[in-house]
C-alpha cells in the first residue's frame, strides 16, 4: 500500500512538472502567450524611430508596419523594447525577444547565434561627410576619425578600410552629433538612413561605397524558434502582393529601389 501510494505521488508530481513546462513553452516566450515581443534599435529613421513629432514617443518606421502586418496575420499581439544596436542578439540569446527587426543584415556571424527570416529589403554602405570634404571613397577615409555603429556590419566593414580610425558608437543620433561637432571627419551608414539625415542637415553629404560584405535586413529570431517558419510566407506574401512595395514607397519615398525579391 505505501509503495503504491508513493508511485501514486510520484507519477502525479511528474504529470504535473510535465504540464507546467508545457504551458511555459507554449507562447512566444518573452511575452504572455499571445503577445510577441520585438527587439529594436529605434534610432534607424525609416526603419525605426520614435514619433517626436506627435509626442506620442511611439516607435514607427518600415520595420515596424512590416511586424505590425505579420503578427496581426499570425494573431498575435505586439509588443516592442528599444534596446542599443549592440544589445539586440543579446536580447535574443537571453529570450527577453521573441524576434528582432532593426534593419539587420544576416551575416555568417550573427547566424552562429541567431536564425534568420528571408532578405525582406537591400541596402548600400555610404560615407557621410560635411559637404565639399571630398570624403568619398574608401581609400580617402585613411588616417580619418569615422563614427560606425557599434555591432554593425559598418563596423566590421570600417576593419577592412586601411588606415581608419574606426570610432564605434551607440546610437546613430550620437554618430551625426559628432560628425557636426567635427569630433569625427565621416560617418559608414546605409544609403536608406543616410538620405534621411542628409535632408535634414543640408550642410552633409553622402557617397555610396560597394558593399564588401553581406548586405540587406532580415528578420532575426532565438535560435530554432519556430517563428521562423511562420515569418517566411507572410513575408513572401507580402512581396508578392505588393504589400511591401506600398511599404518601401510609404518610408522611402517613390524612387525607392523595389523590395528583395529572390528568397535567400
Ligand atoms: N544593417 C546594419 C547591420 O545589420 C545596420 C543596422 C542598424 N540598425 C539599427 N536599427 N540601428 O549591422
Redesign the pocket.
Known amino acids: 500500500m505505501k509503495r503504491l501510494r508513493f508511485w501514486l505521488t510520484a507519477c502525479l508530481t511528474a504529470l504535473l512538472a510535465i504540464g507546467t513546462v508545457t504551458a511555459c513553452n507554449s507562447g512566444g516566450g518573452a511575452g504572455s502567450s499571445n503577445t510577441l515581443t520585438m527587439a529594436?534599435?529605434a534610432?534607424?529613421p525609416p526603419?525605426?524611430y520614435v514619433d517626436s513629432s506627435s509626442g506620442s514617443q511611439e516607435i514607427i518606421g518600415f520595420d515596424v508596419d512590416i511586424a505590425k502586418h505579420i503578427t496581426e496575420k499570425l494573431g498575435y499581439e505586439l509588443k516592442i523594447d528599444n534596446v542599443d544596436?549592440n544589445g539586440l542578439i543579446p536580447a535574443l540569446q537571453s529570450k527577453r525577444a521573441d524576434f528582432v527587426m532593426?534593419?539587420?543584415?544576416p551575416t555568417a556571424e550573427r547566424k552562429q547565434n541567431v536564425d534568420f527570416s528571408t532578405i525582406y529589403y537591400d541596402?548600400k554602405n555610404t560615407i557621410v561627410a560635411k559637404k565639399g570634404s571630398s570624403l568619398t571613397t574608401a581609400e580617402s577615409l585613411n588616417g580619418k576619425a569615422v563614427g560606425v555603429?557599434l555591432g554593425?556590419?559598418?563596423e566590421t566593414a570600417a576593419k577592412d578600410i586601411k588606415g581608419i580610425q574606426a570610432k564605434p558608437l551607440n546610437r546613430?543620433s550620437e554618430m551625426v552629433q559628432e560628425l557636426k561637432a567635427g569630433r569625427v571627419e565621416a560617418l559608414i551608414m546605409?544609403d536608406t538612413v543616410a538620405k534621411g539625415f542628409i535632408a535634414s542637415n543640408p550642410d552633409l553629404e553622402f557617397n555610396t561605397i560597394p558593399n564588401t560584405g553581406e548586405s540587406g535586413?532580415a528578420v532575426a529570431f532565438p535560435k530554432g524558434s519556430e517563428l521562423v517558419a511562420k515569418f517566411d510566407p507572410i513575408l513572401a506574401e507580402m512581396k508578392s502582393s505588393g504589400k511591401m512595395e506600398e511599404l518601401v514607397t510609404k518610408w522611402f519615398g517613390a524612387d525607392a529601389p523595389a523590395p528583395a525579391k529572390s528568397p535567400s
Open positions: 529594436t534599435s534610432d534607424y526603419y525605426e544596436f532593426a534593419g539587420m543584415t541596402a555603429q554593425s556590419i559598418q546613430i546605409e535586413s
